[in-house]
């Protein structure tokens, strides 16, 4: 078995992390962030959201001249979790904006998403009889069902807004998506006044 540590950037001769950042930046140019449901219902949401801002999604592989893949040319990053919830997503926002110094994050929620099947004190009590686990502490309480489709959103938006991984200048979105028409409603925009920050 080969030593899978040898596959790290970190391991290649000559790597330096400070002068590495902008180079894979500049490979790889990542302007988005998208926070969507793994549902595979709104599988498509990515491009959609690609769409509207004009970003490249799915985009393709650049290689070099030996075929190895040192590039791609997406500029839209999706990160699928339960419902869209951006709690479960701030980890990889505050990651691509260390990496790639991300302009935009957009959270969508989407019609009939199973996250809105349940309360938040359903779920728990069920954890506790099914499960015999208490996860009332374990999660944000807002973070984990959806009651109403707005507040989710301008929650979710004040959750990516208050996460210290989140620049100020970072543009924030909250979409509502209809699977069954295809059609984006923004709900929240949260876009930072640069002329006087």
Do not use: W
Not at 10 to 20: D, G, K
Not at 101 to 127: N, P, Q
């Amino acid at each position: 078995m080969p030593n899978l540590n040898d596959f790290s950037f970190r391991a290649q001769p000559r790597f330096n992390e400070s002068e590495f950042r902008p180079l894979f930046a500049k490979a790889v140019n990542l302007r988005t962030v998208l926070i969507h449901c793994f549902d595979p219902r709104a599988s498509e949401v990515p491009a959609v959201v690609a769409q509207h801002f004009g970003e490249v999604y799915p985009g393709e592989n650049v290689l070099d001249e030996a075929g190895n893949r040192v590039g791609h040319t997406t500029t839209l990053f999706p990160v699928s979790v339960a419902g869209g919830r951006a709690v479960a997503g701030v980890q990889s926002i505050a990651t691509m904006v260390h990496l790639f110094g991300i302009e935009r994050v957009v959270v969508v929620h989407h019609s009939f998403c199973g996250a809105t099947s349940f309360t938040t004190d359903g779920i728990i009590d069920a954890f506790k009889h099914e499960h015999g686990s208490d996860i009332s502490s374990a999660f944000d309480h807002d973070s984990i069902c959806i009651s109403d489709f707005e507040s989710s959103l301008k929650y979710d938006a004040g959750v990516v807004r208050a996460h210290p991984g989140v620049p100020r200048h970072v543009e924030i979105y909250g979409f509502f998506y209809n699977i069954d028409t295809g059609e984006l409603t923004e709900v929240v925009s949260d876009i930072p006044d640069t002329v006087n920050a």
